[in-house]
């Protein structure tokens, strides 16, 4: 049997609640924009401890449309993280902006001290990407923002609940973007996303934006996009949130394993720091010899993922901006040594000893 991140064992852990509540929106004869859609935003703001939430359709629809409703596009630039994910950029692109990318440190995410010397005149917003489970330095990037008066969106879909020094992140900028996507830690059963802001005119304006700019059937106030959460995927994320945190607290307990007993010179384990905590959303190491790592798995039943292995820079989507490879090291680097081991709800013990022991054979 193959180890490799599994959805299957999530869902079985509360299958009978998420069958019940599946069954229960079915039969409301309600599935676009109800009451578990209302509820759910209520009990998500609540959860992060902002102000107001609104569902989307993906976690794409709430970074293209924060850039949008934020009146960001053509001739403007925006900050992101080299080793993002591609999702983060097309966010600030489908708007007609330029990313500027800015190299990641040593915990895999921007490195704040490198933010300064990428500011210009266009620079309007700092994209700060919590990847993995664990928050960029917000210290830094929001003095940065109040002393270049910049917007400041971030990027949650890997960091449900995750802190920095204490506060929970989306709480920091002027919108957080979430994503439910099933692999994402408040993952749902198909696609669905939400911003929280405490802005209650921007909130309000994201809800007359997913729904073709309507607040009022037929009245339409502005050009808006269709991207509504639906029924079902809010009324099964009402489940899976009121279990969020057993489902972070066992992704800490084999996180945890992980530290303590892979023991091997090729492997750079994964680095948290004291400001922040991880939901360890994946469970990201480096090695110089990552393929030879990969198939070295592979060969033993043990299935592992990359995250990312091209850097959105060196990507053909993004061959107009004219980057070439050598343009951020760093992030290239990363893109040829990281390798996600297996860490899944469920997830036995036996199944992750496994791991560890043919992660230490590697040679
Ligand atoms: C998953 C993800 C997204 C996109 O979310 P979708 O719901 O798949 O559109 C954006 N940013 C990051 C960092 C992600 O991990």
Redesign the pocket.
């Known amino acids: 049997m193959m180890i490799s991140n599994s959805l299957e064992r999530q869902y079985q852990l509360y299958a009978e609640e998420y069958e019940k509540k599946a069954v229960e929106v079915l039969r409301s004869g309600q599935y676009i924009l109800g009451n578990e859609v209302r509820e759910f935003e209520r009990e998500f703001a609540d959860y992060i401890g902002a102000k107001y939430c609104v569902g989307l359709a993906?976690?794409?629809?709430?970074?293209w449309i924060s850039f949008r409703l934020l009146g960001i596009g053509a001739g403007d630039e925006v900050i992101v993280s080299a080793n993002?994910?591609i999702?983060?950029v097309m966010?600030i692109t489908i708007n007609g902006a330029t990313p500027v990318f800015v190299e990641p440190d040593e915990y895999d995410n921007i490195d704040a001290e490198k933010i300064e010397a990428a500011i210009t005149p266009d620079t309007k917003a700092i994209l700060a990407?919590h990847?993995y489970g664990q928050a960029c330095d917000m210290s830094r990037i929001m003095e940065l923002a109040s002393k270049y008066s910049l917007k400041v969106v971030e990027?949650c879909?890997?960091s449900h609940g995750n802190h920095w020094m204490g506060k929970t992140v989306g709480t920091f900028g002027d919108i957080g973007?979430f994503?439910?996507?099933p692999s994402?830690g408040c993952g749902a059963f198909g696609?669905?996303?939400c911003i929280v802001t405490d802005d209650e005119e921007l909130a309000k304006k994201f809800r007359i934006f997913r729904n073709y700019g309507s607040e009022k059937r037929y009245h339409n106030q502005m050009v808006g996009s269709n991207s509504r959460l639906d029924e079902i995927q809010a009324g099964l994320l009402r489940i899976k949130l009121s279990h969020l945190d057993e489902l972070t607290e066992e992704r800490r307990r084999i996180a945890q394993r992980y530290m303590t007993e892979i023991k091997n010179p090729f492997i750079r384990l994964p680095q948290v720091r004291k400001e922040a905590d991880s939901s360890w959303?994946q469970f990201v190491v480096h090695c110089s010899r990552r393929d030879m790592l990969r198939q070295y798995l592979a060969d033993r039943d043990i299935g592992t993922l990359i995250h990312y292995p091209i850097p959105p820079h060196l990507s053909e989507a993004y061959r107009y901006l004219g980057k070439k490879e050598g343009d951020y090291p760093i992030a290239e680097k990363f893109a040829n040594e990281v390798l996600s081991l297996p860490i899944y709800n469920g997830m036995t013990e036996e199944e992750q000893g496994k791991v560890i022991r043919a992660v230490n054979g590697f040679a």
Do not use: T
């Open positions: 993906s976690g794409l629809d709430a970074l993002a994910y999702a983060c966010g990407v990847l990027d879909a890997q973007c994503s439910f996507y994402k696609d669905g996303g959303h």
